[in-house]
């Protein structure tokens, strides 16, 4: 027996060594870098400016820096860290993906083995009664037998023309692009908590400012009602102070729903149901405004951009899939060996005399086939040219999201610092005029002017420091997430 599979070995591993041939098809090489040198239409400042408020630190743009693979560590927050450290242990999300990037590295090696040869190993047993009038199939004569066979079956199929090779970097590019989408739902994640815990202790700040506001439009509401009862103000000058203060009240339902909304949503990000207590809310002023900002270098942005390798990795599988459909119009050779043998007997099945062998070749050469391989090819190579474009789009939209980001950063500095002018502006004129007030030396409406345009600027000061924290998380998602710089990758 160990003689007929190696005769049924030899002639197919030295037709897999004999065939080979360079694969059909382009060759898939990446994109060229881009040769910008920057990302907005001037150059950038040296920093950003600062503001003499809360969250208002100067940050400088380091043209060239690396990204850190746990940038949110910046920020010097513990409570934010943890929250991060949560939903990467927890989230489903990031859980479907990394499965996924496991299904499809599995589909790779799998693929590969189409490379190989087959081997199949079987035995049958059958009991049979056969007819007496022709001769006897047995050479006992015997009629009646039981007839055990044992067989290996050996296929190769050599790849001349390179269409298996171009379905194994198919598979494989399919891989890395999943491996980088994988990333992407990484970095989409962490950001996310962190934008997410941002807005959620701004909108608890927001909640805690109104009510203070409310609290107090109550205490000048009282004080003009004391005074209308001794005939100091009028009935009109009351009416106003209920109005605004109703108009304070109503600002509290929308903040307070936000924040509920927030909460769901931040539980779900760490991997618990809205019902499972959350921890309190993230305290802004336990935050440190990253003081140098990394500005990647546009040549590198294309490697560290997430989406932009997972499009190039697309546009890698679009590449050898025209080879793939070139090779299927030419023609297919199969090889295969069989080898075994058979008796009446399983102490006997291997012994000289009963062993079977073969050898066979089929060469098959499409001929027509209604224009379907032609157009198969076609369709690839229209798949192709939209995974280019594809690859095109996914890099201008990076450099957009870093220019907005740039831009953005340089804007909000002006606006933290122009907000708490305001609010420092807007406070002090209503201390002065709740003192003027208490003595009856302003009316009513001049009270009410003073209360709504602190409350808009106390407002609009919590809602730009979070805009500063939130833009600078921004950046740091624009430029990739350091996610090269990880351990775990």
């Not at 079956?153 to 194994?168: C, E, K, N, S």
């Not at 907000?419 to 009856?440: D, N, V």
């Amino acid at each position: 027996m160990k003689r007929l599979i190696l005769a049924a070995i030899g002639p197919l591993t030295l037709s897999a060594l004999a065939l080979s041939a360079c694969a059909v098809g382009p060759d898939f090489h990446a994109p060229p870098a881009p040769t910008l040198s920057r990302y907005t239409p001037e150059p950038l400042p040296a920093a950003t400016g600062a503001a003499a408020t809360r969250g208002g630190a100067d940050q400088s743009f380091v043209q060239g820096q690396d990204v850190s693979g746990q940038w949110w560590t910046l920020f010097g927050s513990p409570a934010l860290d943890a929250l991060v450290t949560r939903a990467l242990k927890a989230n489903p999300d990031l859980a479907a993906a990394r499965e996924a990037l496991r299904a499809a590295h599995e589909n790779y090696l799998a693929q590969r083995g189409a490379l190989l040869p087959t081997a199949d190993a079987g035995f049958s047993a059958s009991r049979q009664q056969a007819s007496g009038t022709p001769a006897p199939p047995l050479a006992s004569n015997n009629n009646l037998f039981t007839l055990y066979t044992a067989q290996l079956t050996i296929a190769y199929v050599p790849d001349l023309f390179g269409g298996v090779r171009r379905q194994v970097e198919t598979t494989r590019a399919q891989a890395d692009a999943q491996r980088f989408e994988t990333e992407a739902v990484y970095l989409t994640l962490t950001t996310n908590v962190v934008a997410g815990a941002i807005q959620e202790g701004s909108l608890a700040e927001q909640i805690e400012a109104t009510r203070q506001v409310i609290k107090a439009e109550t205490e000048a509401l009282g004080i003009l009602r004391r005074q209308k009862a001794l005939g100091q103000v009028g009935g009109l000058d009351v009416a106003a102070q209920e109005s605004a203060l109703a108009q304070a009240e109503a600002t509290l339902p929308p903040l307070e729903k936000q924040l509920a909304q927030q909460r769901d949503q931040m539980a779900y990000l760490t991997g618990r149901a809205p019902s499972e207590a959350p921890e309190a809310p993230l305290d802004l002023g336990g935050l440190t405004l990253p003081a140098a900002l990394p500005v990647s270098l546009p040549s590198r942005l294309v490697e560290q951009r997430p989406d932009v390798r997972a499009a190039e990795a697309n546009l890698h599988a679009a590449t050898a899939q025209v080879g793939v459909a070139i090779a299927n119009r030419l023609p297919n050779v199969t090889l295969t060996a069989d080898a075994g043998g058979a008796s009446t007997s399983l102490a006997s099945l291997f012994t000289r005399g009963n062993g079977f062998w073969g050898l066979a070749a089929n060469v098959a050469q499409p001929i027509y086939q209604g224009g379907t391989l032609l157009h198969r090819q076609k369709a690839a190579e229209a798949a192709l040219a939209q995974a280019r474009e594809q690859y095109r789009a996914a890099v201008l939209a990076a450099f957009q999201n870093v220019a907005d980001t740039l831009q953005a950063l340089q804007a909000d500095s002006r606006a933290l610092a122009a907000a708490a002018r305001a609010e420092k502006s807007a406070e002090a004129t209503l201390a002065i005029s709740r003192r003027q007030l208490a003595l009856g030396q302003v009316s009513g409406p001049s009270v009410l002017l003073a209360e709504q345009a602190y409350q808009q600027a106390l407002v609009g000061r919590l809602q730009a420091e979070a805009g500063r924290y939130a833009d600078t998380v921004a950046l740091f998602q624009a430029l990739g997430g350091g996610w090269w710089n990880r351990k775990d990758v």
